[in-house]
């Protein structure tokens, strides 16, 4: 493909093994169709055969690119990594995860749409990108460095270039680890950061001087306007929500107060969401949401809910995971499924100061931070390698206190709290909440939103949550298709909640997207065209899954605790899920899917109408495509719950 | 070498093999007819200009501001074909701004060959402007600008040079100016810049909190 409109038409192929850099089509992997990001990820490593390889083996793919979008102004300045991902659990599975920053924008005024990472340097390298000019480079003298000085030692020799870089945790292959680009913009959660430190690839540093070719510019201009005239974009409208740690209110009001230096945000971007904070002595950064995971344990220490956050990113741990695993570690400890020897712990300040003012000040915290977070860096401590992993060592009463702690493939509970959003966990390979708010901030509360979309709605409204089953395959398989689409363009997920900043019927998510699609690349995608894509992508990784990680119909489903009581600590289901209508409910989604209701498995008329007969072969080889699909939807007769 | 100069030197044609997107808001450049150049002026009778400022104690380096002005001049979007621009620093958070200061005494203008042909001054804000029809390309005004990185800029595709020219014509003012979701930039009429001076700051009304 020329280079064109949205998409720059090529894609980085390196092979770390042989120091062999080229250059793929981007038409190769039918960007029209499977747009960018996850989608063109997710078609790259069908292409690829979809290796039954260990996450660690040299022929693991590190898949990361952007869409057609990036590099415009707006929240359209993300990337998406893709690949086997050693955070899942039991067994590594085919994952996402994205992340924003200056990077992914950098890329695109390089002039590519995506990197393929294969093989394994025989050293430490990092691969340089500077426009055409592409090579692998000695790293040693950075392998150790941590990720903020890693990424200003190089941008010191590449100026105004963006780094993507590891830290300790993935050099050290801790399944916990992230990629980072600046202080706070991660591909956290699946654990890539080891694939990268598996391959000996501590960073990747690029700088373009290009820029995004926009198809029909007043169109653009005039999608970006709007959303300005409606106050809701270009307006900094929304920096309420990130300048606000997401912890007690002592620490939100000190870190306000006295150490909030500016807004923050990705390039490019007009939300700014985030907020730029320094205690001296601890250090400077962002901070948008997770990274305050520290905030919850430290009884109103700023310090040491900063020290948290400054530490776990210039190691390079997934902040996510860390909230989970203090839940988990408070009560394995706390319970004595485990002792903090077990941990590697010699005080845990929640448990030894639990009287004290701020368990036991700065100084409890600091110690306990450094035993653990280095501890998971070095690959030391038993938690490096995730709780799940690390349970199993524990005993049996430590998996229990997972099992109630972690919904499915080891993933830390997040926002089960309707059975929508439950559906959505059971079907996915990892916490699909990094992109999936639809659920709790518009069809939940909304019910009118949700009508005018289509979908059942209204099962969380304020005092009124319940579990309704009822029609709700629906609403999972409209929010999995739009997931898809959010991971593709991209589009940030705070930016595209259908309720936050497009209110409906005056201005429709899905319409708002199709318009600025078309307008970037001057191919006119109607709102079905475009949903039609969302589905298909959630197809094809549907059809990895089967085909590479044998996943069938019993897979689909959570840990059984959230079938026998309220889980999931603050964000919860308003009842247990009831193993009938559960069953039922599936049938339907798979109904509405067009995937064979016994197995789960895609069927051919499906994925023919969305057109991926060449998936339909596959599988077929395989023995894994689904026999009969179109079940008509059973409606269950039992009232909601 | 300032970095903007080797930034357009250093570019390769394959970026910029641009179709017809790269011209495709021709209507930006329209307000450019209201010039008049007349005869060649003398250091005294320069009119002075309006001005863009930039705040860096609440610019968040997000770099909208760039990426509008390519997309009104340029039709498309990218930090090196923008008039202005934010240097991201991630890790203190200190940003710089790098527009045309429309000089008190422009060099560039005394410097161009062909001022008032190519190198003009706008008659209604006062903006030193390039007419892109009629420059040929010398960068004499880039050797003359006394700021580092220059902020006249060669074009690394139609090779002529640009620079900030307030948005003469735009009804709206500056675009970067409009769309700075901080309210760090803020344009500065020359009548504004007469009755203050050269140097004008926001004052604290639109900071933190």
Redesign the interface.
């Known amino acids: 493909m020329a280079k064109s409109y949205g998409w720059t038409g090529s894609i980085l192929w390196v092979d770390l093994t042989n120091n062999r850099i080229t250059r793929v089509p981007t038409s190769d992997f039918e960007p029209e169709k499977f747009i960018g990001g996850v989608g063109l990820n997710t078609r790259i490593f069908w292409e690829l055969g979809s290796p039954k390889v260990d996450a660690f083996h040299p022929d693991s793919p590190l898949l990361i690119s952007v869409g057609p979008l990036t590099g415009a102004s707006g929240p359209f300045n993300r990337a998406e990594v893709c690949g086997i991902a050693p955070q899942c659990y039991p067994e590594e599975l085919f994952a996402y995860s994205g992340f924003g920053g200056k990077f992914p924008s950098e890329l695109k005024y390089a002039g590519y749409d995506g990197i393929v990472i294969l093989g394994k340097a025989d050293r430490p390298v990092y691969l340089s990108i500077h426009n055409d000019d592409v090579e692998l480079k000695d790293a040693r003298h950075l392998w150790g460095v941590d990720t903020f000085e890693t990424q200003q030692t190089l941008m010191s020799s590449h100026p105004r270039a963006s780094v993507l870089t590891i830290g300790p945790a993935g050099e050290n292959l801790s399944r916990l680890s992230i990629i980072l680009n600046e202080t706070a913009s991660a591909a956290g959660q699946g654990g890539y950061g080891a694939v990268m430190g598996s391959k000996n690839l501590k960073a990747i540093v690029v700088r373009g001087t290009g820029s995004l070719k926009i198809a029909r510019p007043d169109d653009f201009l005039g999608l970006v306007s709007d959303r300005m005239a409606a106050g809701e974009w270009l307006s900094g409208a929304a920096q309420s929500w990130g300048r606000y740690p997401l912890c007690g209110e002592v620490i939100k009001a000190d870190m306000q107060i006295n150490h909030l230096k500016k807004f923050a945000g990705c390039y490019g971007c007009p939300y700014q969401c985030m907020g730029f904070y320094d205690i001296p002595g601890i250090g400077k950064g962002a901070q948008m949401c997770v990274e305050a995971w520290y905030g919850y344990f430290t009884r109103d220490s700023s310090e040491g809910y900063w020290e948290g956050n400054i530490l776990s990113q210039k190691l390079g741990i997934n902040n996510y995971e860390l909230l989970g695993m203090m839940i988990f570690l408070t009560a394995a400890v706390g319970y004595g499924a485990a002792s903090k020897k077990d941990l590697g712990l010699s005080t845990i300040p929640q448990i030894d100061y639990a009287g004290q003012r701020q368990y036991g000040g700065q100084k409890a915290h600091h110690k306990f931070l450094t035993e653990l977070l280095n501890g998971i860096a070095d690959g030391t401590s038993l938690l490096s390698q995730g709780v799940g992993r690390a349970a199993e060592q524990l005993g049996q009463r430590a998996v229990d206190l997972y099992q109630e702690r972690y919904p499915a493939r080891g993933y830390t509970s997040h926002h089960i709290e309707n059975v929508g959003s439950a559906l959505h966990w059971a079907t996915d390979t990892r916490d699909p909440y990094s992109s999936c708010h639809d659920y709790v901030f518009t069809f939940g509360p909304y019910p009118q939103i949700a009508a005018h979309f289509g979908v059942p709605g209204g099962d969380m409204t304020p005092g009124g949550k319940k579990n309704v089953y009822e029609r709700t395959e629906d609403q999972t398989a409209w929010v999995q298709n739009h997931q898809s689409l959010k991971n593709s363009l991209p589009i940030c997920e705070y930016a595209s909640i259908p309720y936050a900043f497009y209110h409906p019927p005056a201005m429709d998510i899905r319409i708002f997207e199709s318009q600025v699609l078309s307008a970037v690349t001057g191919i006119d995608y109607s709102v079905d065209k475009l949903w039609e894509a969302g589905e298909r992508i959630w197809a094809l990784r549907r059809a990895i899954m089967v085909l590479r990680e044998n996943r069938t119909r019993e897979d689909d489903t959570l840990s059984h605790v959230w079938f026998e009581q309220i889980a999931g600590g603050d964000q919860t289901l308003a009842a247990p899920l009831d193993r009938d209508q559960w069953e039922a409910l599936k049938d339907r989604y798979y109904g509405v899917r067009g995937w064979d209701v016994s197995t789960g498995w895609p069927a051919r008329a499906r994925l023919e109408e969305l057109g991926m007969k060449d998936v339909a072969d596959t599988l077929q080889s395989a023995g894994k495509l689904g026999q009969h699909s179109r079940q008509e939807p059973q409606i269950a007769s039992a009232p909601s719950r | 070498m300032p970095?903007d100069r080797k930034?357009?030197k250093?570019?390769?044609r394959?970026?910029?093999?641009?179709?017809a997107?790269a011209v495709?808001?021709t209507g930006a450049i329209a307000g450019l007819a209201a010039c008049s150049p007349s005869t060649t002026k003398t250091e005294e009778e320069v009119p002075i200009s309006g001005v863009i400022t930039h705040d860096p104690t609440?610019?968040?380096?997000?770099?909208?501001c760039g990426?509008?002005c390519?997309?009104?001049h340029?039709?498309?979007?990218?930090?090196?074909?923008a008039r202005s621009g934010v240097?991201?620093d991630?890790?203190?958070?200190e940003f710089t701004f790098n527009v045309c200061q429309q000089c008190r005494s422009p060099s560039c203008y005394f410097a161009c060959p062909l001022k008032d042909t190519a190198l003009c001054i706008d008659s209604v804000t006062g903006a030193r402007y390039v007419n892109e029809e009629n420059c040929t390309g010398c960068e004499k005004c880039i050797e003359a600008c006394p700021f580092d990185p220059p902020r006249v800029v060669l074009h690394?595709e139609k090779k002529v040079v640009f620079s900030c020219n307030l948005c003469t014509g735009r009804d709206k003012g500056p675009i970067c100016v409009e769309?700075c979701?901080?309210?760090a930039l803020r344009y500065v009429t020359k009548d504004e810049r007469k009755e203050n001076g050269e140097v004008v700051r926001l004052d604290r009304e639109y900071s933190?909190?």
């Open positions: 970095e930034e357009s250093g570019i390769d394959r970026q910029f093999l641009t179709g997107g495709a808001i609440i610019c968040s380096g997000c770099g909208v990426l509008m390519s997309l009104y340029e039709g498309e979007q990218g930090p090196a074909l240097v991201r991630p890790f203190t958070y690394p769309y979701s901080m309210k933190l909190g």
